[in-house]
């Protein structure tokens, strides 16, 4: 009987018939549809991979939601580069001091082994800093003893200016390679009205073991000639401890103080030189901003960086025989550098301005394929800003030959809407160091910032390098001088045997980076100001 009602509906009425059948059938389908999202939502809030606390969940690069769900975390060791970094300087920066209410790291289901009565067992892990976790309001409910922060926590959290850059700046060990450019040293530039020191303190070869030693560079410019130092030390001289910053060559060292200022010694008696160079100095951050450690490459080929000073300020004294120089509040700025360099160019710059806008640009390329994307990396008053990639570098060549020499450069660096312009007119020249093709360059530079507002048009040098490209001479960097004016610095692209970091030219044995004391979290929960979504004791 049904059935013939139906049909006798449909002869009779059709398109009445079919629009009731069209909207059954879309009120199941949205039906179906929310079930299956409330059903999802409740997996998720039962799921041990999410369940943990704060409005926003901060996961490694490269990670969908999906495999993290499903335990990607626990299954696939992820960490978070440079979690530290992004803890202090960004989420518990300035910048979003009235936006963010907490932040707390957190490594979530790290498979260990225990030794129990003679036997090995596999077992799941988890850690979390307590003050951290309680101020997010996921702490665990404590059942005996007590949970409290512990050095290291503390540590991780708010590091002193000596332990920061002693985590920053230790040395390493090479490991198995074929290269024979192994080379890592201590760079400080400091910066005078009228010229300005370069100083490196280095170690190359087979370290520790084979055929190695140290070696001393420096320029020295008081507002005359620039003269040039070079001394090399035989490994006994030499004492350095993977893991730690303090170096020392001979009778010249690096040390960080208790207070994180760098001590700096140097006695350098170069063989071609009538008088020795001695060097006093004591650098300090002006503000704490720095590059944390980047290393690219792998073992066949390894280069590593790390910019614990982008801005600070130099007090001592630089003699040349009898000739001394004080020199007080002096811009200064430290960098360090390891890996091998058969074949390796780079660009390298650094610019502070007097409104407190501090660039670093860089790359790294090798047998003139880049191996590093090209960067700009830049911190304002208010802490960490971005790091944008660099569109073109386009720099100006005056001369010809081994004498050729930048008279500009142009530097564009992007992201979506966020845009940084330089422009550097190259006033002078003078070489630096004893490297060949390698010039020093004090020049005037206009900056132009457009970072977090629409790109400003403007127009382009005609010599262009691609993204990604980089140029085989000499990179720059800018910064003001004391009295204000910008002074540019060249850094040099060091060629195979043309390197003088290749101290009795023996065979190194690649790089490793030295192991941390804590592990990077696998996730950072983050909890806002105005968060109000919360069930019971657990915020969702």
């Not at 404590?142 to 959290?157: K, N, P, Q, R, Y």
């Not at 280069?303 to 003699?319: F, I, M, T």
């Not at 330089?422 to 457009?450: K, N």
């Amino acid at each position: 009987m049904i059935g013939r009602l139906v049909a006798a509906s449909l002869r009779q009425r059709p398109g009445r018939s079919a629009l009731l059948l069209a909207g059954y059938a879309l009120g199941v389908g949205v039906t179906v549809t929310l079930l299956s999202i409330g059903g999802a939502m409740v997996e998720q809030s039962r799921d041990r991979e999410l369940v943990g606390g704060g409005d926003l969940v901060v996961m490694p690069e490269g990670l969908d939601l999906e495999t993290f769900r499903t335990g990607g975390t626990s299954s696939l060791y992820f960490r978070i580069d440079h979690a530290g970094f992004v803890y202090r300087e960004v989420l518990r920066g300035a910048r979003y001091r009235e936006d963010i209410r907490t932040v707390a790291p957190w490594i979530e289901d790290e498979l260990v082994y225990l030794r129990v009565d003679g036997e090995t067992v596999p077992a799941s892990a988890s850690g979390e800093i307590p003050s951290a976790a309680r101020a997010l309001g996921a702490a665990p409910v404590l059942v005996a003893g007590e949970w409290t922060d512990g050095a290291s926590d503390s540590a991780w959290m708010s590091p002193g200016d000596s332990a920061l850059y002693a985590s920053l700046d230790g040395f390493h060990l090479p490991d198995a390679g074929t290269d024979s450019t192994w080379a890592e040293w201590h760079y400080f530039n400091v910066s005078l009205p009228e010229g300005g020191l370069y100083l490196t303190y280095m170690i190359a070869g087979e370290v520790p073991d084979g055929r190695w030693g140290g070696r001393l560079l420096a320029t020295w410019d008081d507002g005359g000639e620039e003269v040039v130092f070079d001394r090399r030390v035989d490994a006994e001289a030499v004492q350095f401890a993977p893991g730690r910053a303090d170096l020392r060559i001979g009778e010249s060292s690096v040390r960080i103080r208790g207070d994180g200022t760098y001590a700096l010694e140097a006695r350098i008696d170069d063989p071609d030189r009538p008088e020795p160079l001695r060097v006093r100095l004591e650098i300090r951050a002006a503000r704490r901003r720095y590059l944390p450690p980047v290393a690219i490459g792998g073992q066949a080929f390894a280069s590593g960086y790390v910019v614990p000073l982008l801005d600070a300020r130099a007090d001592g004294s630089v003699c040349v025989g009898g000739r001394c120089r004080e020199i007080r509040a002096a811009p200064a700025y430290h960098d360090h550098n390891w890996g091998v360099w058969r074949d390796v160019t780079w660009d390298w710059g650094q610019l502070v301005t007097d409104d407190g806008l501090s660039l670093l640009y860089g790359g790294v390329s090798r047998d003139g394929i880049p191996v590093s994307a090209r960067f700009a990396y830049l911190f304002d008053d208010e802490g960490f800003l971005r790091v944008l990639p660099i569109e073109s570098l386009d720099i100006g060549w005056s001369g010809d030959g081994a004498g050729e020499v930048p008279a500009s450069i142009a530097l564009l660096a992007a992201r979506g809407r966020d845009t940084v312009r330089v422009r550097v007119e190259v006033t002078g020249v003078g070489a630096l160091r004893p490297w060949r093709r390698s010039p020093a360059v004090a020049a005037r530079c206009s900056i132009r910032c457009a970072a977090r507002r629409p790109s400003a048009a403007g127009s382009r040098a005609t010599r262009s390098l691609p993204a990604g490209a980089a140029p085989s001479r000499p990179g720059a960097a800018c910064r003001p001088g004391p009295s204000g004016r910008p002074i540019l610095r060249a850094r040099t692209n060091p060629r195979g045997g043309d390197d003088p970091r290749n101290v009795n030219r023996p065979a190194p044995r690649g790089y490793a980076r030295s192991t941390p004391a804590k592990p990077e979290p696998s996730l950072l929960r983050v909890r806002g100001r105005a968060s109000t979504h919360e069930t019971g004791d657990r915020p969702t």
